[in-house]
């Protein structure tokens, strides 16, 4: 059994959901007892959706915008659910454009990587429009993958209005 025994870097997933808060919270956590680098991972797509990008990409302006726009959410995000409980040098947030799964997969490929993901909604629906992000990670990353729990009781973080 290949057992991890230093965590470098903690790579978690960041959508502004209920999930993504909790995720990052313990992400957060895990950084600071493993005195580890914390990356935050926000994917976005533009309006029309992941399939459309794949189609027809934004045009270079386009793509600033979506990417300046994810990078104020991620921002805001980290600032609303961290409340300053982790040293900011040690942050070290990414936005980048595409499908989930495979990007979370890829921003934690190296060796001390640990990908902390939300357990996202149960819902079969949820899981047929969606897919399940979660699944794909756990399917095809090279490190370990902690999935915290989906909660009832805490709120989303705080998006604001573009």
């Known amino acids: 059994m290949n057992t991890m025994t230093s965590v470098r870097r903690v790579v978690v997933?960041?959508?502004?959901?209920?999930?993504?808060?909790?995720?990052?919270?313990?992400?957060?956590?895990?950084?600071?007892?493993?005195q580890a680098q914390l990356c935050?991972?926000?994917i976005y797509s533009s309006p029309q959706g992941d399939y459309i990008d794949m189609l027809w990409p934004p045009d270079a302006d386009m793509e600033?915008?979506?990417?300046?726009?994810?990078?104020?959410?991620?921002?805001?995000?980290?600032?609303?659910?961290?409340?300053?409980?982790?040293?900011?040098?040690?942050?070290?947030?990414?936005?980048?454009?595409g499908?989930?799964?495979?990007?979370?997969?890829?921003?934690?490929?190296?060796?001390?990587?640990?990908?902390?993901?939300g357990g996202g909604s149960r819902g079969a629906l949820s899981r047929l429009v969606s897919g399940s992000v979660?699944?794909?990670?756990?399917?095809?990353?090279?490190?370990?993958?902690l999935v915290v729990p989906d909660g009832e009781s805490e709120p989303a973080a705080t998006q604001p209005a573009p």
């Open 99 to 117: 499908l989930p799964g495979p990007l979370l997969v890829r921003a934690a490929d190296r060796e001390g990587d640990l990908l902390v993901i």
């Open 64 to 97: 600033r915008e979506l990417a300046s726009d994810a990078r104020h959410r991620l921002t805001c995000i980290c600032d609303s659910v961290l409340d300053d409980q982790h040293d900011c040098a040690s942050c070290d947030p990414v936005v980048a454009r």
């Open 40 to 42: 935050p991972v926000m």
């Open 13 to 34: 997933g960041v959508n502004g959901s209920a999930g993504s808060s909790r995720a990052l919270r313990r992400a957060a956590d895990e950084a600071r007892r493993h």
């Open 134 to 145: 979660g699944r794909y990670c756990l399917r095809h990353a090279a490190g370990p993958v």
